[in-house]
Structures are given as C-alpha cells and as structure tokens.
C-alpha cells in the first residue's frame, strides 16, 4: 500500500517529500514507525546469520530482546497512515490555494486593465449612446464586455441598433444585425475616412427615422465613438460648429477625461460640415475634377529617430482608402538613412496616381538582425481628399501641430518640422461625384430624430442657443481648410444679444480645439 501511494504521488521512500508539511511525521513514534515500514517495503529482512556452536553457550546466558507491546504495534499502521494522509491533504490544499490565488490576482489584473465588465456607456442624447471599449483586449474579456453591454441594453427595453467601429466582429446576437464600419486605432495606420462617417450618419439616419424609439449605439475606440458622435451631431443639422459637438459630448460625459483627437479627424468633421450645409450645386462648382499625382515628399528638419538618435531612415507608404497603393522601399537596404546635420529629407513618390481619400505614412526602418527582416517604427501620418483641392496648388505644406504624430516619435522632432507634399495635376477625370457627397435630406435633416420628444429637443437647443455662430464656415478650397485660419484654438464665436448678459455672469469654461487649418499654399 505504502508503495503504490508513494508512486502515485511521485515520492521517494528513501527521501524527503517535496512540497509537504514532514512536521507530524518527524520525532515521535509514528516517524518510527513510517520508518520501519517504508523499510520493510522496500528492503527484504534478511534471514540471521547462523550461529557457531561454540557461542551459544555465551548467547544463551545473556537476556532475549523485550518484545514490543502488542497494542503499539497493532496501531502502527494505522498512525502512520494517518499522518502521511494528514501532511499529503495539508500541502495539496496548500498548493491549491496558492494556485487559486495567484489565478484570482491574475484574472483581477487583466479584468482591471481591459474592463471585462462591459464598456461605460455614455448618453448623449436618449437616442444616442457611445460604448467605447479599450485597444487590444483579449477576445475573451471582449467578449465579455460585448455580453455586459448587451445585457444593459435589454434593461433599456428599447430597440436599438449598434454600429460597430472597432475591427473585431460582433459575437453576440442581436435582434437587429449590427452595422460595421471598422476604423483603425488614432495615429496606428490610415485614419478614418470621410466615406466611413457619411456611411455610418446615413445608416443612423435612416433608422432613427423609421423606428421612433430606437437608439443608436456607437462601439468601438473611444476616440472614434466620439468622432462618430460628433460626426452625427453635425450631419443632423444639431451643431454647426465642431466644437459645439465637444461640449455637449463632454457635458454627457461628466468626469471622464476627454481624449485628445489627431488633426485628421478634425478634418474629416470640417468636411462633414461642408457636406451638411452646402448645397450639392456649390460643392460641385468649387472642387475640381482632375487625377493627382504624388512626386514626392520632403521632411524637415529630419527627426532623431534611430537609437544613436543621430537622424531616421525613413520609408513613405501611400494608401488609397484602405489599399497600400505605393512604398519607397520594399526591403531594409533600400531605404536611405539621413542624418540630422544635412537639414531634409526628400523621397521619390514615383508619380503615384490617386483618385479617392490618400493617406501617407512615415515610418523608420529598423533592421532586425534575429529575425533578418525589417521593422517600420511609425513617425506621422496625414490625409486629404484630392477633389478638395483647388486645382492649382502643387505643393501642401504640413506643420507638425496639423500630422497625426505617433506619441513615442513627438519628442524627437522639433517644434518647427513640416512636411511637404509636392503634386501634379494629369490629364484624366475622377468621374462624377461620389455618393457620400449628396447629403440624405429625407432622413438626416431633422435634428429633432436625436431626440426622443420635443422636451429634451428644446433642451439642447438652448443649450446650443448661447455659442450659435451667425453664419457658416467660410467654404474650403483646400482640405481641411475652413475660416479659421492658421489657428489651433479659435475664438468663439459672437453670441447673441440675448445670450451675451448671462454669458457675462459665469466663467468661462475650457473651449475645446475647433479644426485647424490644416493646409497651406506654397506656391513657389
């Protein structure tokens, strides 16, 4: 029996138990008896030597050996067996305690970080919701977070329809199939297009207009839940100022702390509102028609990316929407590295044609010498659409304050880095309009469908009442460009008379950053 138990739990007889508490087994008469038995398993007695005629006499004159008394050896077992279940129970329970344990604190870490609770979701208005979830959470507690959130949605005992912003797909079941619109994280790769927003402020429309109590609910990266917020608030003549949208997203918002967006969702918004308010004849008569060209690209000063912090190599890629259109270079040895001290960099675009929403990425080439390949280190990325532009610049210049700038790169470029993009106008046509520039006047017209009664509706109108502009932007004649010029913080815009008295009467609150001016003509 003592054998079996012994291999069962991988133990050697003739030695100390690993992870086992020996303290009952040590000192007293079962250790003797433990030994004696584990002994007596494990070795056969051996049979006494024989003995010689002539020492028996001697033998026999001295006392026999005090037998040991019946009851102690009849208990033997039984006590030894007893202590070694005891000290084998003790130290399993131990162990998995400690494994519970260090698997709760594990669990409770991971739960922390990624939020396996479900999203917070944030009510702008009583048809709009935003369920923003962090990047990068695992598939389990995404999954998680997907049922948390489909469970508070039920309690509402509305209908809702959810539109799904982040790249990963929806795995619960839902009584209205989710519209998906994947976007990239902020500053990871081609940045949200204005197609997308149109696409998704269409796809609401057309909902909350025919379902009069539905919601909409925004899941994705908070930032771009809040893009998309702000991106409907304007579609549906709510706001006509962006940083109209920011205030009420922020008042909703109460103690969150409001992310910091990239320059190019500034732009996209700008374009929202162009396409909201302006009549499809006057967007057709101000761009132009013609195909882009990219030539090429220069940086300066040259950022001090490498880990000598001497200068970068860099590699431009070219996107056209969502498809990789152009790379300078292909492998490690093609790239050029480019020190500081010679002031620019200029790349070859090869003359690449473009036709629809063109995003460029800057990255440093790294060279990994485990694996042999190379490694792109991402410095700044910007977009336009070529059909905002006026058909006569060809060259836009970009200071660092208007590029989606990678946070880790920002303090190895200089306050005064631009970048340059040199174009050509070719001889073709990007065909006629597309359809994300005629505005859905039957369903996204009426502001009113935010909201679920005239109450709430007046309420917010009064709240815009305060800091209504007097007129629209002025029309861009290159993207991104809107009436306030060459300023990261514009002023606010005059308020009416009869808002300007109360306006007096409480502080100033923090204005969050309208749109910049993200283009500048050089014309050189």
Do not use: W
């Given at each position: 029996?003592?054998e079996a138990?012994?291999a069962?739990?991988?133990?050697?007889p003739d030695g100390?138990?690993?992870?086992v508490?020996?303290?009952?087994?040590?000192?007293?008469?079962?250790s003797?008896?433990v030994?004696?038995?584990?002994?007596?398993?494990a070795?056969?007695?051996?049979p006494?030597?024989?003995q010689?005629?002539q020492?028996?006499?001697?033998?026999?004159?001295?006392?026999?050996?005090?037998?040991?008394p019946?009851?102690s050896?009849?208990?033997?077992?039984e006590e030894?067996?007893?202590?070694?279940f005891?000290?084998?129970?003790?130290g399993?329970?131990?162990?998995l305690?400690n494994?519970?344990?260090?698997t709760?604190a594990?669990?409770?870490?991971?739960?922390?970080t990624?939020?396996?609770k479900?999203p917070?979701?944030?009510?702008?208005t009583?048809?709009?919701?935003?369920?923003?979830i962090l990047e990068?959470?695992p598939?389990?507690?995404a999954h998680?977070?997907?049922?948390?959130?489909?469970?508070?949605?039920?309690?509402a005992?509305r209908?809702?329809?959810?539109?799904?912003?982040?790249?990963?797909?929806?795995?619960?079941?839902?009584?209205l199939?989710?519209?998906?619109e994947p976007?990239?994280?902020p500053?990871?790769?081609?940045?949200p297009?204005l197609?997308?927003?149109?696409r998704?402020a269409?796809?609401?429309?057309?909902y909350?207009?025919?379902d009069?109590?539905?919601?909409?609910?925004l899941y994705?990266?908070e930032?771009?839940?809040i893009?998309m917020?702000a991106?409907l608030?304007?579609y549906?003549?709510?706001?006509?100022r962006?940083y109209?949208c920011f205030?009420?997203i922020?008042?909703?918002r109460a103690?969150q702390?409001?992310?910091?967006?990239p320059?190019s969702?500034?732009?996209?918004?700008?374009?929202v509102?162009?396409l909201?308010?302006?009549?499809?004849?006057?967007i057709?008569s101000?761009?132009?028609?013609?195909t882009?060209?990219?030539t090429?690209l220069?940086i300066?000063?040259?950022p001090?990316?490498?880990r000598?912090?001497t200068?970068?190599?860099p590699?431009v890629e070219v996107f056209?929407?969502d498809t990789?259109?152009f790379a300078?270079?292909?492998r490690?040895?093609?790239?050029t590295e480019f020190?500081?001290?010679?002031?620019?960099a200029r790349l070859?675009?090869?003359?690449t044609?473009?036709n629809?929403?063109?995003t460029?990425?800057?990255?440093?080439?790294?060279h990994?010498?485990?694996?042999?390949?190379?490694s792109l280190?991402?410095?700044f990325?910007?977009n336009?659409?070529?059909?905002?532009?006026?058909?006569q610049?060809t060259s836009?210049?970009f200071?660092k304050?208007?590029?989606d700038?990678?946070?880790?790169a920002d303090?190895?470029m200089d306050?005064?880095?631009?970048?340059?993009?040199?174009?050509?106008y070719?001889?073709?046509s990007l065909g006629?309009?597309?359809?994300?520039f005629r505005?859905d006047?039957?369903n996204c017209?009426?502001?009113?469908?935010m909201?679920?009664d005239s109450?709430e509706y007046g309420?917010?109108?009064?709240?815009l009442d305060a800091?209504s502009p007097t007129e629209?932007p002025?029309?861009?004649?290159l993207?991104?460009?809107?009436?306030f010029?060459?300023?990261?913080?514009?002023?606010?815009p005059?308020?009416p008379a009869?808002a300007?008295?109360k306006?007096?009467k409480?502080?100033k609150?923090?204005?969050?950053?309208a749109?910049?001016?993200?283009?500048?003509t050089?014309?050189?």
């Amino acid at each position: 029996m003592i054998e079996a138990l012994a291999a069962a739990y991988g133990i050697d007889p003739d030695g100390p138990i690993k992870g086992v508490d020996t303290k009952n087994l040590m000192g007293g008469p079962a250790s003797v008896a433990v030994q004696s038995i584990v002994s007596s398993h494990a070795q056969p007695t051996k049979p006494p030597p024989p003995q010689s005629s002539q020492s028996a006499p001697q033998k026999a004159t001295q006392a026999p050996p005090r037998p040991p008394p019946a009851a102690s050896a009849s208990k033997a077992p039984e006590e030894t067996a007893a202590a070694m279940f005891g000290a084998l129970k003790g130290g399993g329970l131990s162990l998995l305690k400690n494994f519970k344990e260090k698997t709760a604190a594990v669990v409770s870490t991971v739960q922390s970080t990624y939020g396996s609770k479900g999203p917070t979701i944030t009510q702008i208005t009583s048809r709009l919701l935003l369920a923003p979830i962090l990047e990068g959470v695992p598939d389990v507690l995404a999954h998680q977070a997907e049922e948390a959130l489909k469970s508070h949605l039920a309690m509402a005992r509305r209908p809702y329809l959810v539109i799904n912003l982040s790249t990963r797909d929806l795995r619960c079941e839902y009584s209205l199939r989710p519209h998906s619109e994947p976007m990239n994280s902020p500053c990871t790769s081609v940045p949200p297009s204005l197609d997308a927003a149109i696409r998704v402020a269409k796809t609401a429309g057309r909902y909350l207009s025919h379902d009069k109590n539905g919601m909409i609910v925004l899941y994705g990266v908070e930032e771009n839940c809040i893009l998309m917020a702000a991106a409907l608030l304007l579609y549906f003549k709510l706001c006509i100022r962006p940083y109209q949208c920011f205030e009420i997203i922020n008042k909703s918002r109460a103690d969150q702390v409001m992310p910091e967006l990239p320059p190019s969702y500034h732009n996209l918004l700008d374009a929202v509102v162009m396409l909201a308010y302006r009549e499809i004849k006057d967007i057709a008569s101000k761009i132009h028609n013609k195909t882009i060209e990219l030539t090429s690209l220069s940086i300066a000063p040259i950022p001090a990316i490498n880990r000598s912090g001497t200068g970068c190599r860099p590699l431009v890629e070219v996107f056209v929407g969502d498809t990789k259109v152009f790379a300078t270079a292909q492998r490690y040895d093609e790239t050029t590295e480019f020190q500081k001290e010679l002031g620019y960099a200029r790349l070859e675009l090869g003359n690449t044609a473009i036709n629809d929403e063109v995003t460029v990425i800057v990255s440093h080439a790294r060279h990994s010498s485990l694996h042999g390949s190379m490694s792109l280190v991402p410095i700044f990325t910007f977009n336009f659409n070529p059909r905002f532009l006026d058909g006569q610049t060809t060259s836009l210049v970009f200071p660092k304050h208007q590029l989606d700038v990678d946070k880790d790169a920002d303090q190895k470029m200089d306050s005064g880095f631009k970048a340059s993009l040199n174009i050509q106008y070719g001889n073709g046509s990007l065909g006629g309009l597309p359809d994300s520039f005629r505005y859905d006047e039957e369903n996204c017209s009426r502001s009113a469908n935010m909201f679920s009664d005239s109450h709430e509706y007046g309420e917010a109108l009064r709240l815009l009442d305060a800091a209504s502009p007097t007129e629209l932007p002025d029309f861009p004649s290159l993207p991104g460009h809107t009436s306030f010029k060459n300023k990261a913080t514009p002023s606010r815009p005059p308020a009416p008379a009869s808002a300007q008295a109360k306006e007096q009467k409480q502080p100033k609150q923090d204005q969050h950053p309208a749109f910049f001016s993200l283009y500048e003509t050089d014309y050189s």
